[in-house]
């Protein structure tokens, strides 16, 4: 069957990975991804690091079996065509399925990244045993993954699960990637509420995060939750607007698909109960159904990107994926 490698690529940082035919990572690597790249230039870039990695390992190509690729993207699935990155603006439009193959020599598979991570919780996480799961994405950005079944649900189209962009407030607030103003993603995700926190800054509100990250424009989610642990209104406010909208989220997704376990992903999560509890508290308040609802959180770690990955090739070899 030969080595698979699994790539996620996030709005902030890409993650590599290289497994051997029995599914065991043997190696990994870490790269920053570049918001600022038109898509062949930032695809070149992957290549390059593609090879880095099997020269790292002395491996040549021809001992890759495939490639799976997680993107933060609007994909065509049968054709590996991204339509539309929202974090990462200028990759749209573009066939980076064929564009990697034919550069690399090796089969190349494009999927959601949300969609990838779903695939691994379900069969190796916290969603093993649930024939249906929602997996849910907390971090740059807000996504989900579908399970029905036991098998992962994309659509007419290829981008089944982009719940993030479901708008909620239309016309209102922050402009998104996508394209919209009021989506879901532009009041709760981890880049968005940064965009939030400087406007709220720039209107003259008082925070104590500008003094911790040295700048207005290195405020991050890590300054954040020191914030809020120090009392400070602005990140109280923040840690509340976003607790509000998420749990919103997943109430939506809950009775649009009365699917009872979600497992939740991303670095977002690192604010641990601080944002975890209230979410809970937030879905509670919509919810007026008594059957049990599970809110899990993920047991693959930050390697779930790249083991969701990696499955897509192993399941299209086993033929289980068309």
Known sequence: MGYVMGIDVGGTKTALGLFDENKRLIAESRIASDPDLPAEEFFDVLIRHIKDLLNRESMLLEQVAGIGLGMPSFIIFEQGYIVKTSNLAHIHDFPARSYLSQRLGVPVFLDNDTHLAALAEHRYGAGQGYPNMLYCTLSTGVGSG????????????????????????????????????GCLMSWCSGSMIVKHIRLWIEQGEKTIMTELAGSLDHIDCFHVEQAYNRGDAMAVKAVDQMSRYLGLWLYNLYVTF??????????????????????????????RDSSPVYIKISSLGDRFGIVGAAELIFEQQAGIIA
Do not use: Q
């Open 258 to 287: 009365n699917i009872n376990c979600f497992v939740l992903g991303g670095g977002l999560l690192k604010m641990g109960d601080m944002l975890l509890e209230p979410i809970r508290r937030a879905f509670d308040g919509y919810n």
């Open 146 to 181: 579908i399970i029905i079944n036991g098998k992962l649900f994309r659509g007419s189209y290829g981008w089944a699960g982009e719940s993030g962009h479901t708008i909620v407030t239309p016309g209102e607030g922050i402009l998104c990637g996508c394209g919209n103003r």
